[in-house]
């Protein structure tokens, strides 16, 4: 019995040093620049002919680090922060998944392409990410442009929504 329970506790430590050695950790256990406690996130850049899709973008990375426990890091000036958070909406491409027939599209999809950054005070560049994309499908009305219209607007959310969680995720672990 002694035996079992040190080849257990052997194996357990074993296991622990290769998990440690090959740079495994849980989710969020990163964390911002050195130096960054508070970031104020800026109304997202629209480079695109979506009216109004910055709110979302930007109301979205807000939301993301809210719901992962980071709200008390969100400052609501630049003045009171360490660091901006900025993001441009750089692209935002509407294809067509799904015909009924030749002339009658049933689903589109929606591809939004993003860049962000994360700026000192001083204009220093602390973390950059390019060409974030996010996807999304919706459904076309033939007969309701409005219903067509906002079923848009919701995939647009939905993409903002991916796109927020690889910013993020993508900015607690580079540091």
Do not use: H
């Amino acid at each position: 019995m002694l035996l079992s329970m040190s080849k257990t506790a052997v194996l357990t430590a074993v296991a622990a040093l290769v998990i440690y050695a090959c740079g495994y950790r849980f989710a969020d256990t990163g964390g911002f620049p050195p130096g960054v406690n508070f970031i104020f996130v800026q109304l997202f850049e629209n480079r695109t002919s979506e009216v109004g899709i910055e709110s979302v973008f930007t109301d979205e990375l807000i939301n993301e680090f809210t719901s992962r426990g980071n709200a008390a890091a969100l400052r609501e000036s630049a003045e009171r922060s360490d660091a901006v958070l900025t993001g441009t909406i750089k692209q935002v491409d509407i294809v067509n998944i799904s015909k009924i027939s030749e002339m009658i599209v049933s689903e589109r999809r929606v591809i939004v392409t993003v860049d962000a950054s994360l700026v000192s005070p001083g204009g220093k560049t602390l973390w950059r990410i390019n060409g974030v994309s996010g996807t999304s499908t919706y459904a076309v009305d033939q007969d309701f442009y409005e219903i067509t219209e906002g079923n848009k607007r919701t995939a647009i959310g939905v993409a903002a929504g991916k796109i927020s969680e690889m910013l993020y995720n993508s900015l607690i672990e580079d540091f």
